[in-house]
């Protein structure tokens, strides 16, 4: 059986609205003629929760969307009604911090050393 439909969102693949419903490891999805995305990291869940578009109640979409069910389809597919429109372009995620790399006190990885380097140059035979 599978998830409730917790509610909807606009694909960026196909950009057809898909049903989102949340995994055993609480992590948001949605289901697409694209298939069953999981964005798995933090960024991508806050895309996820940034741009779905939550029902009232689990399974029972607001009175704008009704949902289309197709015998081929994993999930239904919600389309709205009564002239509403779909939204535009899906919102960018708020963005992660930025992490600053550390000095590495390695050389660089350009640069060749001991045996990889005498045998780069051809000499690696008295080695």
């Not at 429109?85 to 963005?95: G, L, M, V």
Request: aromatic share 8%; net charge neutral; proline share 12%.
């Amino acid at each position: 059986m599978s998830n409730d439909n917790l509610g909807h969102v606009k694909c960026p693949f196909t950009g057809n609205l898909a049903v989102v419903r949340m995994n055993k490891k609480d992590k948001l999805y949605f289901v697409s003629a694209a298939g069953m995305i999981t964005p798995s990291c933090k960024a991508g869940q806050d895309w996820m929760e940034c741009n779905t578009e939550k029902w009232p109640e689990p399974n029972r979409p607001p009175d704008n969307i009704k949902l289309e069910y197709d015998h081929d389809s994993r999930a239904p597919k919600p389309v709205y009604v009564n002239g509403a429109k779909s939204p535009e372009i899906p919102k960018p995620a708020p963005e992660a911090p930025k992490i600053k790399p550390e000095a590495s006190e390695h050389e660089p990885v350009n640069e060749k050393s001991g045996f990889l380097k005498k045998l780069w140059e051809g000499g690696a035979d008295d080695v």
